[in-house]
């Protein structure tokens, strides 16, 4: 909650729903668009006292714009676990949400599509992971927050060096 003052003075009190609204991004809708989880060598893959298997993980933003002058988003997650160069699990979701967006300039878009937006989808794709894990066997695979901006940053800089167009 938000509080701000009233034209007569008196407090009034602005939800979080308000606030997300007056700041021009409004999610309509959330899904899942691709998931797959893969235990490949199970159910030796899940034998105690193994060593920690290391995690590659990868992460990509997309969006597009739709006739409806709505923008569909969508954040991709990927978790490799390798075990002596042996695959544990491999599990990748593509997270969608539908956004209708407002106020915003044309040259502030991009980064509320493919830095904001995907903050909105992050927890929800994050639970999905920890739940697929955790029913594969394993441990709940947490993965810790992105910095958004800075993958935006990074992409952005890797194509402007090499002077490739395409989305973060």
């Given at each position: 909650m938000t509080d701000t003052t009233a034209p007569n003075g008196a407090p009034e009190t602005v939800s979080d729903e308000n606030a997300a609204a007056q700041s021009g991004i409004r999610i309509l809708a959330q899904f899942v668009r691709d998931f797959s989880f893969e235990n490949p060598l199970a159910p030796d893959s899940l034998r105690a006292g193994a060593s920690q298997p290391a995690i590659d993980m990868g992460v990509e933003m997309n969006a597009r714009g739709r006739p409806d002058g709505l923008f569909e988003v969508d954040l991709k997650l990927s978790a490799r676990a390798l075990r002596e160069d042996q695959a544990v699990f491999h599990v990748e979701i593509v997270y969608g949400g539908l956004f209708h967006i407002e106020g915003v300039s044309q040259e502030d878009l991009e980064p509320v599509l493919l830095i904001e937006c995907p903050r909105f989808l992050f927890p929800y794709a994050r639970r999905l992971i920890s739940d697929v894990t955790a029913e594969?066997?394993?441990p709940p695979f947490l993965i810790d927050p992105i910095d958004f901006a800075g993958?935006?940053?990074?992409?952005?800089?890797q194509a402007e060096a090499g002077g490739v167009v395409g989305n973060a």
């Open positions: 594969g066997g394993f993958v935006y940053a990074a992409r952005k800089a």
